[in-house]
């Protein structure tokens, strides 16, 4: 790997960067962030290396996605952004007359500050991949099934079914199935809004007393978990828990989550919430490695 000195960060993400700094046997450096009064933001910065590696959450997106540029900048020499959750993925078409296409602009934005960027299972609907969209910086995607498998394949013993919200999670379901040996089914869903979803079972599906391990990239709202453990319960599971990348619900979500009888939400560290307990750092640490050659 080529000599990096240090992993840089934002006081915010000093946690999960250290765990990635440690991984890798370097420190990790704070990037400075002050807030003017009327809600710019400084960032100031320095390195040594030729190749600077920024580590930051972009929850929040709105904001975090500036300063990251802004840190992007300061360290010069187009950084390699490890940001493990990709926002503004999702609105990659224009679904109504006269919509911006957030995921292209995004992308640009990114694609032209960065020489590489470091992410975990990026919400892609209708696009194969990240690689053309942040052109011409080089994409570096770790699959939620990666992650995800570990960590199911220790709990093998009473063999859950894991449980995909929507068609569009049938491909990292596969994975699952081939490295784990787990059985899967999806959902069908149809959202027609921010907290409205209609979602159907396989026809005929029978859980019997079974555990039920739903699967998301994405929990925002819960109303899709919220709809997807009724189901499942209806047809007959034991118990009903999930298993989310990117927890972006709040607390009133994860109110709604239990009183659906979800019982445990495990997720990972991509962003900042009480339940983010899964790291990434080794996932990152091995795919840093593979970009800096
Ligand atoms: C949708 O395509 C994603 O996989 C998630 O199911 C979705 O983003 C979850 O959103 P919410 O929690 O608001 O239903």
Redesign the pocket.
């Known amino acids: 790997m080529t000599e990096l000195s240090c992993i840089h960060a934002f006081e915010r993400d000093l946690s999960p960067a250290s765990a990635l700094a440690t991984a890798l046997g370097v420190p990790v450096r704070t990037v400075a962030l002050h807030r003017f009064p009327d809600g710019e933001s400084l960032v100031r910065s320095t390195t040594e290396d030729a190749r600077p590696v920024l580590y930051c959450r972009l929850d929040h997106p709105n904001e975090r996605l500036i300063e990251a540029l802004l840190a992007a900048d300061a360290l010069g020499g187009k950084p390699v952004l490890v940001a493990p959750y990709l926002p503004y993925m999702r609105q990659d078409i224009a679904f109504h007359p006269g919509e911006a296409v957030s995921q292209r602009v995004v992308s640009r934005l990114l694609g032209g500050a960065v020489s590489a960027l470091v992410t975990v299972a990026p919400?892609l609907h209708r696009t194969a991949t990240l690689d053309p969209l942040i052109a011409p910086a080089r994409a570096i995607v770790i699959p939620a099934a990666d992650v995800l498998a570990p960590l199911l394949r220790d709990e093998a013993a009473d063999r859950p079914v894991l449980v995909g919200?929507?068609g569009?999670?049938a491909p990292a379901l596969l994975r699952l199935v081939e490295l784990t040996g787990f059985e899967a089914l999806h959902l069908t869903k149809t959202r027609s809004g921010d907290r409205e979803?209609a979602a159907t079972l396989p026809p005929g599906t029978a859980l019997e007393g079974r555990r039920a391990v739903l699967i998301?990239?994405?929990?925002?709202?819960?109303?899709?978990?919220t709809e997807a453990a009724r189901l499942l319960y209806a047809a007959g599971a034991g118990s009903v828990e999930a298993i989310v990348i990117h927890p972006l619900?709040d607390a009133a979500a994860a109110s709604r989550l239990r009183a659906a009888g979800i019982r445990r939400i495990r997720a990972t560290d991509s962003v900042a919430h009480d339940a983010g307990r899964i790291p990434l750092a080794p996932f990152l640490a091995a795919a840093l490695r593979e970009c800096l050659p």
Request: net charge negative; hydrophobic share 25%.
């Open positions: 919400h919200p929507d569009e999670s979803v998301d990239d994405i929990c925002s709202t819960g109303t899709t978990l619900f």
